[in-house]
């Protein structure tokens, strides 16, 4: 199951999936989540979302967190732009969210009985792209922004891959919008026009890393629509590439939250029905299918559900880390910076070298896709909601040092640069 943004109604996309189970006879083994999740796990979380006050909602997230309820089918998630960045931060290299929600970290891939999920968290903004990952509590109102916008630093690591199956991202790659029903999509969503005629609605480098790893499918949320588009490889159409050092004027959304409120009457959407995609053999695949999708609101296309074969057979199905990303992290984290000093990883021929020796070293000293539960197991870091909480002045939110990223710095040997 894909499902766009979530903004925090968690109940109504399982409860939605179940009815659909129910419906059509099938069973969802996964559930893929672009972004906006809005994991809040205590009031002080509210703090550090970068939305209108008016929008500062717990959500129903807080139940999955402290096992009031558990999520029903395993979840990955990235995140967008309305997040606990706090939270996420936490978990920079991955982890459980909550039992059963896994996310995927600032950048990150992971496997699904052998279906290879790679995905990054963020949005695009052109003037902190080349930055590094310098934010610390409590944040002021530039960094509360600047913490989940895609770096260069992390993009650079995901261009390092072998062609995977599935990218997930919460903004769309960059002219996106010109591989499928373009016309009906400015009828639809008019004020995408401009931004569509300079090239400014998606985002620059995950074109790039569309054209290096060349998934079957890419899914993304953000612009709360649905939209289907085929980006064929072998096309040698020539565009205008946007040039990200340009200055441009930047008409930032980050401000804007997505309105709660019942979306307007409109056709009842009909059930979606599985269709099939083979999992492409490497190197990558010839077209990739796009799908975006709506926020999780009645009568809205928020969901989909989707049959991918797998490689591997398993049952109950095998969730492991990727062996390939284990050893691009370990080669790249001497150069995680946590300032807004960034170098760029180094040429081609003296990283390539340095992350086939560390894919090699994670061969000998961890295994081939080593199960993930073996490694990472979700615990409580912060307390849950505070029932005596008054809404006059959300609390300070506090630093905690997750145990999941520290379990996962000492499997790869690293030094725990997140904390």
Known sequence: AVEGCCHGHLDDIYDRIEQLERQNGYQVDLVLICGDFQAMRTEADLSCMAVPRKYLAMGD?????????????????????????????????????????????????????????????????????????????????????????????????????????????????????????????????????????????????????????????????????????????????VVKEANPDEIQIDFDDDDEAPPQEQSEPGPEVSPPQPSSSAI?????????????????????????????????????????????????????????????????????NVLRPLIEENIRWVKDNIGDDKDIAEVQAFSMTSPGPDPAFQDDRLPQPISYTNPQTVAFCEMLGIPNNVN
């Open 61 to 237: 997230f807080p139940k999955y967190y402290t096992g009031e309820k558990v999520a029903p089918i395993l979840t990955i998630i990235i995140g967008g732009n309305h997040e606990a960045s706090n939270y996420m931060w936490e978990l920079y290299h991955g982890g459980f969210l909550a039992p059963n929600m896994y996310y995927l970290g600032a950048a990150g891939v992971v496997q699904f009985n052998g279906i290879r999920i790679a995905g990054l968290s963020g949005i695009y903004k052109f003037h902190d792209y080349k930055i590094g990952h310098y934010e610390t509590l409590p944040y002021d109102q530039g960094s509360m922004r600047s913490i989940y916008h895609v770096r260069q630093y992390d993009v650079q690591r995901i261009l390092q891959l072998s062609p995977v199956d599935i990218c997930l991202s919460h903004d769309w790659p960059q002219y996106m919008e010109r591989h499928g029903n373009y016309n009906a999509l400015m009828r639809r969503k008019p004020h995408f026009r401009s931004d569509a005629e300079t090239g400014r609605l998606g985002s620059p480098p995950l074109l790039e890393v569309l054209k290096k790893v060349r998934p079957s499918w890419w899914f993304s949320g953000h612009m709360h629509v649905k939209y289907e588009a085929t980006f064929k490889h072998d096309d040698q159409v």
């Open 280 to 348: 492409p053999s490497r190197p990558g695949a010839s077209e990739t299918k796009f799908l975006a999708l709506d926020k999780c609101l009645p009568k809205k296309d928020y969901l989909e559900i989707i049959d991918f074969p797998a490689p591997l057979n398993n049952d109950p199905p095998k969730f492991t880390f990727d062996t390939e990303w284990l050893g691009i992290v370990r080669a790249t984290n001497q150069y995680f910076s946590r300032t807004k000093r960034q170098q760029s990883l180094p040429a081609d």
